[in-house]
């Protein structure tokens, strides 16, 4: 006969057929319903009832899946995926912070504090959808003009492009953590959670390389003639290259926690050098509701790591 799901009032147990499923479904019923063991074998019982054969084999090693159970769980965990599916749905109509979300990034941020705002944002508004978008400032200026993007983190100060912020909106964000320097697990350095600037004078440096006119990270900024040993694009490539020993690479402090293994990153002491870059982070004027979530999600992280924002201007 075919198989139905039971009616609340034909079944006391209220027949979820998930709870008669293997680990995976298993699981989810005693989250969903509390349940202990006894109320998961009723459940199997029922279960087997309804379609008229054994799901579960009794083995040496265990309790494993017949045929049945198995042709049974392919199509629960599509029941199941719906079931997640409708629930966040429902979840983004309630709080009505729901669609899709662009954010763009520069390279760092992107690897370090945007994903965990992301995070939150996903369990505060789990309906919303967030596409994330790494490019260099002067990018993402041009994509948030252009409407491509709603969220631009970007990087001001020093030696990099200035922007016209006219008519947009602006959220200064200064992190705990300056400028430090990643450098090997067994470079001498290492030994130390923070280094003076007379210990970086003889280092090797690898630096950031990439098209003319894009800002770039380049040796500590206070020395005069540092020695270049490398120049990659990419942070993943920098780090690979710090991890092997083969030279040192200046990392911004909103970094230090993504570095892989192999690596540490150092504080740097130096009265000589003044931080003149931040991130800012750049909306329309009239942010939408997600971006004003995620804006709030970046703040609340930050926040857990004892940093702090400006106002918005």
């Known amino acids: ?20 499923l293997p680990r995976l479904l298993r699981d989810a019923f005693l989250r969903r319903t509390g349940a202990g063991g006894s109320a998961v074998s009723r459940q199997v019982g029922v279960t087997e009832d309804a379609v008229g054969s054994p799901l579960f084999e009794r083995k040496a090693r265990g309790v494993r899946p017949t045929p049945a159970g198995e042709a049974l ?10 079931l997640e599916a409708a629930e966040l749905e429902i979840a983004g109509l309630r709080d009505r912070v729901a669609g899709h979300l662009t ?5 760092t941020a992107a690897a370090a504090l ?3 705002a992301i995070a939150r944002l996903h369990t505060a508004h789990p309906a919303l959808e967030v596409d994330l978008r790494e490019a260099g400032s ?7 003009q252009a409407g491509r993007i709603e969220v631009a983190l970007v990087a001001v100060g020093n030696g990099l492009p200035e922007y016209d912020f006219t008519g947009l909106r602006t959220e200064t964000i200064r992190t705990g953590r300056g400028l430090g320097l990643a450098v090997s697990a067994d470079h001498p350095l290492a030994t130390h959670d923070e280094v003076h600037a007379d ?6 440096w690898i630096v950031g390389a990439g098209k003319e006119g894009e800002p770039q990270f380049g040796a500590w900024p206070t020395l005069t003639r540092p020695t270049i040993g490398y120049k990659a694009r990419s942070w993943q490539t920098r780090l690979g290259l710090v991890a092997a020993g083969l030279g040192v690479s200046v990392l911004p402090g909103m970094a230090a926690d993504t570095v892989p293994r192999g690596v540490k990153w150092l504080r740097v002491q130096d009265t000589a050098f003044v931080q003149q870059r931040e991130t800012v982070l750049v909306t329309a004027a009239e942010r939408s509701a997600a ?9 609340d992280e930050l926040a857990t790591f004892a940093e702090a924002t400006v106002p918005p201007s």
């Open 1 to 20: 006969m075919p198989w139905t799901r039971a009616s609340h009032g034909d079944d006391p147990e209220q027949g979820l057929p998930r709870g008669a």
């Open 73 to 82: 769980l392919r199509h629960a965990r599509q029941v199941v995926a719906h």
């Open 103 to 107: 954010v763009g990034a520069y390279p």
């Open 114 to 116: 945007v994903p965990q």
């Open 138 to 144: 002067p990018t993402q200026m041009r994509w948030l």
């Open 199 to 204: 210990d970086l004078a003889e280092q090797v």
């Open 291 to 299: 971006a004003s979530a995620f804006v709030q999600a970046v703040r």
